[in-house]
């Protein structure tokens, strides 16, 4: 079964996983800017990555048939030091026209402070004033309803952010119902043992639907499995669903969603 991986970060994985992805059905995939594994000492070290993302990693990609997608921003995660984090965003601009370039991501809160939040508010300006779709990292454990609803709260105090063009990733059970609620589309992130695994994702699939939603498996620098998502089609056939169900949560949606930004090219 063909699908798509809206969330991936390739950089931190071997090209045997382009292999494994492309044999499993993956014909196209998203990657987010994110940390890198350490904190980058210096906007020269972002600049550099966003050219990995809009120049190398595709070609790698293609390699395997695989259509490549990146979204560019500072990660919540670095945005700390605001003078920092705004010397990174005066960069942004001038990749927003590469053709692989879909939006501004995954840009939300880690910690929920007061900076996180500064820098936060300069992004969805930023996507707001070059016409840009957002990609929303979620906090992780204990913080994250409390940061999903203040990241929502600052995309509608903006004014200018449409919810249909913002997806807001990492969802879990507590938080899936308020993003759905206020129109946003939500995302499940499949890893083998923290924020979704493949059941819990279908037992939310059935208690909420199919609307609005996608998984990814966002294989990243720690413990993550880039076949997470057929893995989740597996689950979700066993239990009952029909393909055609599975088929709408990882491509008809992504695809959707996606298809708001005039780079992306649906698979034919």
């Not at 050219?51 to 070609?59: A, D, F, G, H």
């Not at 879909?102 to 939040?117: A, D, T």
């Given at each position: 079964m063909r699908y798509i991986d809206p969330h991936m970060h390739m950089v931190s994985r071997t090209t045997d996983d382009y292999q494994r992805m492309a044999l499993a059905g993956c014909v196209a995939l998203?990657?987010?800017a994110f940390w890198a594994g350490f904190d980058r000492s210096s906007a020269q070290?972002?600049?550099?990555?966003?050219?990995?993302?809009?120049?190398?990693?595709?070609?790698?990609?293609a390699q395997y048939g695989i259509k490549h997608y990146?979204?560019?921003?500072?990660?919540?995660?670095?945005?700390?030091?605001p003078v920092f984090a705004k010397e990174v965003i005066a960069l942004i601009p001038q990749f927003l026209n590469q053709p692989n370039v879909?939006?501004?991501?995954?840009?939300?809160?880690?910690?929920?402070?007061?900076?996180?939040?500064t820098i936060l508010e300069?992004?969805?300006d930023l996507a707001a004033k070059h016409s840009?779709?957002?990609?929303?990292?979620?906090?992780?454990?204990?913080?994250?309803?409390?940061?999903?609803?203040?990241?929502?709260?600052?995309?509608?105090?903006?004014?200018?952010?449409?919810?249909?063009?913002?997806?807001?990733d990492h969802v879990e059970e507590h938080t899936?119902?308020?993003?759905?609620?206020?129109?946003?589309?939500?995302?499940?992130?499949?890893?083998?043992?923290?924020?979704?695994?493949?059941?819990?994702?279908?037992?939310?699939?059935?208690?909420?639907?199919n609307e609005r939603m996608w998984i990814n498996s966002a294989g990243d620098w720690g413990s993550s499995d880039p076949l997470a998502v057929p893995k989740c089609h597996q689950e979700l056939l066993r239990r009952g669903h029909p393909a055609a169900f599975v088929e709408q949560v990882s491509f008809g949606n992504p695809?959707?969603?996606?298809?708001?930004?005039?780079?992306f090219k649906p698979p034919a």
């Open positions: 998203t990657e987010p070290g972002f600049f550099d990555y966003f050219r990995q993302l809009t120049e190398y990693e595709p070609k790698r990609a990146t979204w560019l921003c500072i990660n919540p995660k670095e945005a700390e030091d879909l939006g501004i991501g995954e840009i939300g809160l880690n910690k929920n402070s007061r900076n996180e939040m300069a992004q969805i840009q779709l957002i990609l929303v990292h979620t906090p992780h454990l204990e913080d994250k309803l409390k940061g999903t609803r203040l990241i929502m709260d600052a995309i509608a105090a903006h004014g200018r952010i449409e919810p249909g063009r913002v997806l807001i899936v119902k308020p993003v759905l609620d206020r129109g946003y589309w939500a995302g499940m992130t499949l890893y083998p043992d923290t924020k979704c695994t493949p059941q819990r994702a279908a037992d939310i699939f059935e208690t909420y639907g695809v959707k969603f996606l298809s708001q930004s005039p780079r």
